[in-house]
């Protein structure tokens, strides 16, 4: 049984199941990734709502795209299942690395963070070299210290596992 598993067509359930195998992950930790990133959509075309031209199952931005050899235009033209292999290139550098639920999600929103403990800040209200970075993720500090740690910022992406693992929501 996958997280989210009924929002999405037997195939894709198969490839992130093959893709996880290959990265040492766990599927239903992918699916959870996904489903936060697309807001639930599972769309290979949706497009960030903040304008930053990001697009897709895990909102790659034009940079990364170009990166893996494509576009925006091109990932948001794809279906969801040939996206997919996109973000398992995407994520061929962690391989073996994302052992949490919390370094998938970093693998997106941070990758330094990757393998670093919970309580690891990411992002700080007075950091004089990157204040808009917290800005931009301000959303992701709970309990509003100023402070955004790994576990913090991953905290909508546990909601999004547990929502998506709710009776109903599972797929053989």
């Given at each position: 049984m996958?997280?989210?598993?009924?929002?999405?067509?037997?195939?894709?359930?198969?490839r992130?199941?093959?893709?996880?195998?290959?990265?040492?992950a766990d599927p239903n930790h992918l699916m959870a990734a996904m489903a936060f990133e697309s807001a639930g959509t599972f769309s290979p075309s949706i497009r960030n709502a903040a304008g930053?031209?990001?697009v897709g199952l895990i909102q790659f931005?034009?940079?990364?795209a170009a990166a893996l050899g494509t576009?925006?235009?091109e990932l948001s033209a794809m279906t969801a299942e040939e996206q997919l292999g996109f973000v398992?290139?995407?994520?061929?550098?962690?391989?073996?690395?994302?052992?949490?639920?919390?370094?998938?999600?970093?693998?997106i929103l941070w990758p330094a963070a990757v393998g670093k403990p919970n309580d690891h800040v990411l992002f700080r209200r007075d950091d004089p070299k990157r204040p808009k970075l917290y800005?931009?993720?301000r959303g992701l500090d709970w309990n509003r210290d100023g402070v955004i740690t790994k576990?913090?910022?991953?905290?909508?992406?546990?909601?999004?596992?547990l929502e998506g693992q709710q009776f109903g929501s599972m797929e053989d």
């Open positions: 996958l997280a989210w598993g009924n929002r999405v067509s037997k195939d894709f359930r198969d992130v199941v093959h893709i996880a195998r290959i990265l040492g930053s031209g990001a931005m034009p940079q990364t576009s925006s235009d398992l290139k995407y994520f061929m550098p962690f391989r073996n690395r994302l052992k949490t639920l919390e370094d998938v999600y970093m693998a800005i931009q993720n576990g913090e910022a991953a905290e909508k992406v546990r909601r999004k596992l």
